[in-house]
């Protein structure tokens, strides 16, 4: 159980500390198109936040969140890089 906690940590903390460019990079491999712009405008609205991943009900909260940055659709595409993340 202590090494799951820890994973979900480490995990957690890359997503609210996430880059710009390294969210390029997870949604080139996942093929998903979203611009420069918007992964900055996701990365700055992700750092801070605190957000547990694994718990679906924040997980849910925040792609609604980046909704109103990237549209339905990218929102849940950048949902799929999270629950990946999980598994």
Same mark, same amino acid.
């Given at each position: 159980?202590? +090494?799951l906690k820890i994973f979900q940590k480490i995990i957690n903390h890359k997503i609210n500390s996430i880059t710009g460019r390294e969210l390029l990079k997870y949604a080139k491999q996942f093929q998903i198109s979203i611009t420069? $712009?918007?992964? $900055?405008?996701?990365?700055? +609205?992700l750092r801070g936040k605190n957000v547990n991943i694994f718990n679906d009900v $924040?997980?849910? /909260?925040?792609i609604n969140e980046l909704t109103n940055i990237v549209g339905n659709e990218k929102a /849940?595409?950048?949902n799929r890089i999270f629950?990946?993340?999980t598994k």
């Amino acid at each position: 159980m202590g +090494h799951l906690k820890i994973f979900q940590k480490i995990i957690n903390h890359k997503i609210n500390s996430i880059t710009g460019r390294e969210l390029l990079k997870y949604a080139k491999q996942f093929q998903i198109s979203i611009t420069d $712009e918007q992964a $900055e405008q996701i990365a700055a +609205h992700l750092r801070g936040k605190n957000v547990n991943i694994f718990n679906d009900v $924040e997980r849910k /909260n925040l792609i609604n969140e980046l909704t109103n940055i990237v549209g339905n659709e990218k929102a /849940n595409e950048i949902n799929r890089i999270f629950v990946s993340f999980t598994k």
